[in-house]
Antibody, heavy 122, light 106 residues
Framework: EVRLVESGGGLVKPGGSLRLSCAAS????????MNWVRQAPGKGLEWVAS????????YYADSVKGRFTISRDNAKNSLFLQMNSLGDEDTGIYYC???????????????WGQGTQVSVSS | DIKMTQAPSSLSASVGDRVTITCRAS??????LNWYQQKPGEAPKLLIH???RLHTGVPSRFSGSGSGTDFTLTISSLQPEDFATYSC?????????FGQGTKLEI
């Protein structure tokens, strides 16, 4: 059974930083691209970032480019999101999500963690 | 970026009804369209990928169709557990983008 467990969320002041982690189990982690997807309170889903299975290819949403860094440690079956210069607009639940298939094409977000809450407020 | 627009934003229906939700892409995305279901307080779940392929374990009352710019998600006979929010997402190109969601209510 695929299991994705996020941690590292919390309350942070505007301009602050947080590092999210995701512990993966139940599948061969280094075979799959991984993503972060977030959801602001009462809003829809927003894709944040993606990292390829090897870690060589990385993509970001424009809204986080230059502020967030996605990375992975295949030896530890872990995914990370370093978030800097946080603003109110970054508040929400952050999901760690496994991607199956090609980066573009018939790929999909097929396994989701339960999410970790990030709140940015003074 | 490809903009995804769903209609309606909310929908009231009854158990046993047939329901259709539409998703329109701002440009041609071939069949590269996925559907997700999300219940309150839970993470989203994949329902359909590549426009019409049912994800493992998803009941056959769910179906998807479309290609190019126009897509539909159909639930043939609503069950109590289907009341949730449904979102489409394009996988044609990064940045991956989602529709705003359709809330299906009793």
């Amino acid at each position: 059974e695929v299991r994705l467990v996020e941690s590292g969320g919390g309350l942070v002041k505007p301009g602050g930083s947080l590092r999210l982690s995701c512990a993966a189990s139940g599948f061969i982690f280094n075979y799959y691209s991984m993503n972060w997807v977030r959801q602001a309170p009462g809003k829809g889903l927003e894709w944040v970032a993606s990292v390829s299975s090897s870690g060589e290819s990385i993509y970001y949403a424009d809204s986080v480019k230059g502020r967030f860094t996605i990375s992975r440690d295949n030896a530890k079956n872990s995914l990370f999101l370093q978030m800097n210069s946080l603003g109110d607009e970054d508040t929400g639940i952050y999901y760690c999500v496994k991607w199956t298939g090609a980066v573009t094409g018939t790929g999909r977000l097929d396994d989701w963690g339960q999410g970790t809450q990030v709140s940015v407020s003074s | 970026d490809i903009k995804m627009t769903q209609a309606p934003s909310s929908l009231s229906a009854s158990v046993g009804d047939r329901v259709t939700i539409t998703c329109r892409a701002s440009r041609n995305i071939d069949i590269f369209l996925n559907w997700y279901q999300q219940k309150p307080g839970e993470a989203p779940k994949l329902l359909i990928h590549a426009a019409s392929r049912l994800h493992t374990g998803v009941p056959s009352r769910f179906s998807g169709s479309g290609s190019g710019t126009d897509f539909t998600l159909t639930i043939s006979s609503l069950q109590p557990e289907d009341f949730a929010t449904y979102s489409c997402q394009q996988s044609h190109s990064t940045p991956y983008t989602f529709g705003q969601g359709t809330k299906l209510e009793i």
